[in-house]
């Protein structure tokens, strides 16, 4: 079952800029899709629009099977966002905020307070637990994200640099048990820049350039991928991959250079 | 959970997010709320005619005409309405409809009631303990009453706002319009209704008489006065969303403009470092290590300033700041001022103007302020003194001079002379002057300072506590004087009123303290 599917999606900004340019993405249930593609590509529009944060212009969305209007909400229950700046209600404690995200998805209150000792304690948030979030660092704060994400369990995660600024310690059991969950059925659809992890961690990935996917693969098949498709014989990282798609011009004119050092 | 459970939830949460918040921005508010009694104790008491229930119901009125300007200026439009943003609501399952409808509630609940349920409490406390309860419960009724149209008013404009600039479709701000709509149309039910309830306490004819004092006048004529105030409201608002856009138009020009004069400034500074002053090229772009700027002299305040501005162009609240307040001070008094009454002209106008002023010493006091902050300057070589001087150069003196050159405009209007009005434009700069020299000596002493420790969180506390004593002190000297408030325009009309006042201001004294014993 497709779970996320994305079809000709959309948007441009006032000012002309247009961000999707008929974006098709879908990705199966229990799949781990890695979401990458140079700033500015279109990453946190679709994930946005996804969320239903901000409107496409034309397009269709739909996620576990039902499309997804802009005037729909219940979608959400099943549904765990962290975005790339992600809001807090920074005078809250991670306990207080947690229980408060808890209510909103409708949790019963004895099953969130377990799930909130849980989640402290996973994230080792245990310490700064009478502290306001306002006070944490930005790795504590995104682990609140994404405490606040997966709190109710969603069938879907939509992730965009979950990962960054957190500890190597945590991001490691963060990444056992993203694999974990997706193991049980969950569709993640993760956006990041580090691609070592990207290329670790995902079932599939997909390139986006200019509001387009430009190049999409499971990873198991990338070197066939490569052959067919770029060409290429040899393979030695994803990142290979990603400057081929999507910095050519960039590999045509040498390595840039600041012009005073 | 249904979906009165999750607006329990955002309620609750709000008000924990809003007692949080408090401790912070208490001073300040106590600071808004002190000199708004003050004002209205010395100020319009002895104006609208010393006695006891006039005397208990200025400080209402004063906020009622406070608040009725403050939510229909872009400083509230422009700023977050709730402190649960939407940004954050969007993320969970929550219709858009009721989504909307929690955050007018929540809005009702945002920290700027602090401002006035500070002395509406004070007032109606007053009036219990002088056995007066009927009146304290008009007043009740009366405020919340008209918090909630105004509320109403405000959220519906913001839409209409967004729609003239492009971010929503007009027919999704006309739904959302339609709310304070339903509240503008429910209004005079609202207050028929209030009232009917009170005609059948024991104590109506209290009630009514308390409506009477509150409103200056009698019943029918104070509604009258009240719709002409939603008029001149309104005739406001319209002003500023016309304003808004063509702001929005006029707003890329300038900045061009801007930018030009900065690169020109840069390179000129590039090209003759020397000729330019002590401080002048530590901004310059520098492609030599061995000539990079010396950190340990001063940086070229003018050119902070324009970074200042550039930075502070894009904010349209600011642009609202400086130009539409003079602009809506000039315009109340020139169309609705003569045409009114002598309490709305000799009024309402000064305390415009003064909530402005208090208005931006709460801004100063870092809640909205924008532009080149303290933080940033610290980054570069620049002595961080400086950044009082930038403050005072891009954002006080506009100000200043825009509602000084509307004051001089009046008081030429009401017949003073052109050596009188400068007198006064030279008296009443000196107590903005120094009002702002304290206030952003406190704010860089507040920067200086670790929140973190008892000891520093004390200290704050204190400087907190003189700084509102300085400049409540400031303001009754200011009103010692015999000026009707702090701003520029009470400095050039006093000339005119001055001797009246001062019979009233004694005779208000008197009744005041004959009343206290």
């Given at each position: 079952?497709r779970?996320?599917?994305?079809?000709?999606?959309?948007?441009?900004?006032?000012?002309?800029?247009?961000?999707?340019?008929?974006?098709?993405?879908?990705?199966?249930?229990?799949?781990?899709l890695?979401?990458?593609g140079?700033?500015?590509?279109?990453?946190?529009?679709?994930?946005?629009?996804?969320?239903?944060?901000i409107?496409?212009?034309?397009?269709e969305?739909?996620?576990?099977g039902?499309?997804?209007?802009?005037?729909?909400?219940?979608?959400?229950?099943?549904?765990?966002?962290?975005?790339?700046?992600?809001?807090?209600?920074?005078?809250?404690?991670?306990?207080?905020?947690?229980?408060?995200?808890?209510?909103?998805y409708?949790?019963e209150?004895?099953a969130?307070?377990?799930?909130?000792?849980?989640?402290?304690?996973?994230?080792?948030?245990e310490?700064?637990?009478?502290?306001r979030?306002?006070?944490?660092?930005?790795?504590?704060?995104?682990?609140?994200?994404l405490a606040?994400a997966?709190?109710?369990?969603?069938?879907?995660l939509?992730l965009?640099?979950?990962l960054?600024?957190?500890?190597p310690?945590?991001?490691k059991?963060?990444?056992?048990?993203?694999k974990?969950?997706?193991?049980?059925?969950?569709?993640?659809?993760?956006?990041?820049h580090?691609l070592?992890?990207?290329?670790k961690?995902?079932?599939?990935?997909?390139?986006?350039?200019?509001?387009?996917?430009?190049?999409?693969?499971r990873m198991?098949?990338?070197r066939?991928?490569?052959?067919?498709?770029?060409?290429?014989?040899?393979?030695?990282s994803l990142?290979?991959?990603?400057?081929?798609?999507?910095?050519?011009?960039?590999?045509?004119?040498g390595?840039?250079?600041?012009?005073?050092? | 959970?249904?979906?009165?459970?999750?607006?329990?939830?955002?309620?609750?949460?709000?008000?924990?997010?809003?007692?949080?918040?408090?401790?912070?921005?208490?001073?300040?508010y106590?600071?808004?709320?002190?000199?708004?009694m003050?004002?209205s104790?010395?100020a319009?008491?002895?104006?609208?005619?010393?006695?006891?229930?006039?005397?208990?119901?200025?400080?209402?009125?004063?906020?009622?005409?406070?608040?009725?300007?403050?939510y229909?200026?872009?400083?509230?439009?422009?700023?977050?309405?709730?402190?649960?943003?939407?940004?954050?609501?969007?993320?969970f399952p929550?219709s858009?409809?009721?989504?909307?409808?929690?955050?007018f509630?929540?809005?009702l609940?945002?920290?700027?009631?602090?401002?006035?349920?500070?002395?509406v409490?004070?007032?109606?406390?007053?009036?219990?303990?002088?056995?007066e309860p009927?009146?304290a419960?008009?007043?009740?009724l009366?405020?919340?009453s008209?918090?909630l149209?105004?509320s109403?008013?405000?959220?519906g404009?913001?839409?209409?706002f967004?729609?003239?600039?492009?971010?929503?479709?007009a027919?999704?701000?006309?739904?959302?319009?339609?709310?304070?709509?339903l509240?503008?149309?429910?209004?005079?039910?609202?207050?028929q209704?209030?009232?009917?309830?009170?005609?059948?306490?024991?104590?109506?004819?209290?009630?009514?008489?308390?409506?009477?004092?509150?409103?200056?006048?009698?019943?029918?004529?104070g509604?009258?006065e009240?719709?002409?105030?939603f008029?001149?409201?309104l005739?406001?608002?319209?002003?500023?969303?016309?304003a808004?856009?063509?702001?929005?138009?006029?707003?890329p020009?300038?900045?061009r403009?801007?930018?030009?004069?900065?690169l020109?400034?840069r390179?000129?500074?590039?090209?003759?470092?020397?000729?330019?002053?002590?401080?002048?090229?530590?901004?310059?772009?520098?492609k030599?290590?061995?000539?990079a700027p010396?950190s340990?002299?001063?940086?070229?305040?003018g050119?902070?300033?324009?970074?200042d501005?550039?930075?502070?162009?894009?904010?349209?609240?600011?642009?609202?700041v400086?130009?539409i307040?003079?602009?809506?001070?000039f315009?109340?008094?020139?169309?609705i001022a003569?045409?009114?009454?002598?309490f709305?002209?000799s009024?309402?106008?000064?305390?415009f103007?003064?909530t402005?002023m208090?208005?931006?010493?709460?801004?100063?006091?870092?809640y909205?302020?924008?532009g080149?902050?303290?933080?940033?300057?610290?980054?570069?070589?620049?002595?961080?003194?400086?950044?009082?001087r930038?403050?005072?150069?891009?954002?006080?003196?506009?100000?200043?001079?825009?509602?000084?050159?509307?004051?001089?405009?009046i008081?030429?209007?009401?017949?003073?002379?052109?050596?009188?009005?400068?007198?006064?434009?030279?008296?009443?700069?000196f107590?903005?002057?120094?009002?702002?020299?304290?206030?952003?000596?406190?704010v860089?002493?507040?920067?200086?300072?670790?929140?973190?420790?008892?000891?520093?969180?004390?200290?704050?506390?204190?400087?907190?506590?003189?700084?509102t004593?300085v400049?409540?002190?400031?303001?009754?000297?200011?009103?010692?004087?015999g000026?009707?408030?702090v701003?520029?325009?009470?400095a050039?009309?006093?000339?005119?009123?001055?001797?009246?006042?001062?019979?009233r201001?004694?005779?208000?004294f008197?009744t005041?303290?004959?009343e206290?014993k």
């Open positions: 079952m779970t996320i599917e994305l079809t000709g999606l959309i948007k441009t900004y006032s000012g002309g800029v247009k961000a999707l340019d008929g974006l098709d993405l879908s990705v199966e249930e229990g799949t781990l890695g979401f990458v140079p700033n500015g590509a279109g990453k946190s529009t679709t994930i946005n629009i996804v969320a239903g944060l409107g496409k212009d034309s397009g969305v739909r996620l576990l039902e499309e997804i209007r802009p005037t729909d909400y219940e979608y959400k229950r099943n549904v765990g966002f962290v975005l790339d700046s992600p809001r807090y209600i920074d005078k809250l404690t991670a306990r207080e905020y947690l229980r408060f995200v808890a209510a909103m409708g949790l209150v004895g969130a307070a377990a799930r909130i000792d849980e989640l402290l304690e996973f994230f080792d948030l310490k700064k637990r009478k502290a979030i306002d006070s944490y660092s930005a790795g504590m704060k995104k682990k609140i994200a606040a997966i709190i109710h369990r969603p069938r879907i939509i965009d640099e979950p960054e600024a957190i500890d310690v945590s991001a059991a963060i990444k056992d048990n993203l974990l969950m997706v193991q049980q059925g969950t569709t993640v659809l993760l956006s990041s580090v070592d992890t990207v290329e961690l995902c079932d599939e990935i997909a390139i986006i350039n200019k509001g387009r996917i430009v190049f999409r693969s198991g098949e990338i066939q991928r490569l052959k067919s498709e770029l060409g290429k014989d040899t393979y030695t990142e290979e991959i990603f400057i081929d798609v999507v910095g050519e011009n960039r590999e045509r004119d390595v840039k250079k600041l012009s005073w050092l | 959970m249904g979906s009165s459970g999750k607006l329990w939830i955002l309620i609750r949460t709000n008000l924990i997010v809003l007692n949080r918040e408090a401790p912070n921005a208490f001073m300040s106590l600071t808004y709320a002190l000199g708004g003050i004002f104790a010395v319009i008491v002895p104006v609208i005619g010393p006695n006891s229930s006039s005397a208990a119901g200025a400080p209402l009125i004063f906020l009622l005409v406070v608040f009725m300007f403050d229909l200026n872009l400083q509230v439009l422009l700023t977050r309405a709730t402190l649960i943003d939407r940004s954050i609501l969007g993320l929550l858009g409809i009721w989504s909307g409808a929690i955050r509630i929540l809005m609940l945002n920290r700027r009631i602090l401002f006035y349920m500070i002395p409490a004070v007032v109606v406390s007053t009036l219990f303990a002088k056995g009927a009146q419960l008009a007043m009740i009366l405020f919340g008209l918090y149209v105004l109403g008013i405000l959220f404009m913001y839409p209409v967004r729609a003239i600039a492009g971010r929503y479709s027919r999704t701000a006309m739904q959302i319009a339609m709310i304070p709509l509240f503008v149309l429910f209004f005079p039910g609202l207050f209704l209030s009232h009917r309830l009170v005609l059948r306490i024991p104590v109506a004819a209290e009630f009514v008489e308390g409506v009477r004092f509150i409103l200056a006048s009698d019943f029918t004529g509604m009258l009240v719709a002409r105030l008029l001149a409201a005739m406001l608002g319209g002003l500023l969303a016309a808004s856009f063509l702001l929005a138009r006029v707003d020009i300038l900045h403009v801007l930018t030009r004069k900065a020109a400034l390179r000129k500074a590039d090209r003759e470092p020397a000729a330019m002053g002590s401080g002048k090229k530590l901004l310059s772009v520098s030599d290590r061995a000539s010396d340990s002299r001063a940086t070229g305040l050119r902070l300033i324009l970074l501005w550039q930075i502070r162009q894009k904010e349209e609240k600011f642009f609202f400086i130009l307040n003079p602009v809506l001070a315009l109340l008094a020139q169309v003569p045409g009114f009454n002598r709305l002209s009024v309402i106008l000064p305390v103007i003064v402005q208090i208005g931006f010493l709460i801004i100063e006091n870092g909205t302020q924008r080149l902050r303290l933080k940033h300057v610290s980054t570069l070589p620049v002595d961080p003194t400086k950044f009082v930038i403050k005072f150069y891009s954002e006080w003196i506009p100000i200043v001079a825009g509602n000084l050159a509307v004051a001089f405009f008081g030429l209007r009401s017949g003073i002379t052109y050596y009188e009005g400068i007198q006064g434009i030279i008296y009443s700069l107590i903005p002057f120094v009002l702002m020299l304290a206030n952003d000596s406190l860089l002493a507040f920067n200086s300072l670790s929140r973190h420790t008892i000891v520093s969180t004390f200290l704050i506390l204190i400087l907190e506590i003189v700084g004593l400049y409540v002190l400031l303001m009754v000297f200011n009103f010692a004087l000026a009707v408030c701003s520029a325009f009470c050039v009309s006093y000339f005119k009123w001055m001797p009246a006042l001062g019979e201001l004694s005779s208000g008197q005041l303290l004959e206290s």
